[in-house]
């Protein structure tokens, strides 16, 4: 099963959860200090919102799929459609151990797809660092952003300036 995923950031967490938990008639399936997640079955949506932006608003769009099969068939046609992608692999964030890679659009907007494999109990671990002469050349750093910019695959060389409205 394929389920939307949105996460927002939000300048005031215990504001936000309610009104979130009031628009969806529900509490979160998770809630920390600086975090919330409602798994809505519908419409299926994983909605997340986190007080670790720089700016309130949307930081990222994705789709959250429930099997290795459904993980790798989205990553083949990212792949055959020549979509540049940042292939995190097994890792860590927003309190869960998932399989993810990134995707990003024209208009420079970031989309996760993943399969989240584990709850954990901290937003996210640190990666160990590997000997320099055992790391692939093309590795991720190893210090890669959760749920940031820096973790996202590069926008098209010809995407179009962003316009007003």
């Known amino acids: 099963m394929k389920r939307f995923h949105v ?3 939000v300048d005031d967490l215990s504001r936000n959860i309610a009104f979130y938990s009031a628009l969806f008639e529900q509490p979160p399936a998770r809630s920390e200090s600086d975090y919330a997640k409602w798994m809505l079955d519908d419409p299926p949506v994983n909605f997340a919102i986190s007080t670790r932006g720089d700016k309130p608003g949307v930081d990222h769009l994705g789709i959250q799929v429930s099997s290795q099969e459904e993980l790798a ?3 083949d046609s990212a792949s ?6 940042l292939d995190e692999g097994e890792t860590t964030c927003c309190y869960a151990r998932s399989d993810k890679y ?3 659009d024209p208009q420079g907007m970031a989309w996760e797809q993943f ?4 709850a954990i109990a901290v937003f996210n671990e ?3 660092t590997a000997p320099a002469a055992s790391a692939p050349a093309a590795a991720a750093p190893a210090t890669a952003a959760c749920c940031a910019g820096s973790a996202r695959a590069s926008a098209p060389a010809d995407a179009p300036a962003k316009a007003c409205c």
């Open 7 to 9: 996460h927002l950031h």
């Open 73 to 75: 068939a989205l990553k």
């Open 80 to 85: 055959r459609a020549g979509m540049a992608l």
């Open 102 to 104: 990134w995707l990003t």
């Open 115 to 118: 399969q989240t494999l584990d």
């Open 126 to 128: 640190a990666r160990p």
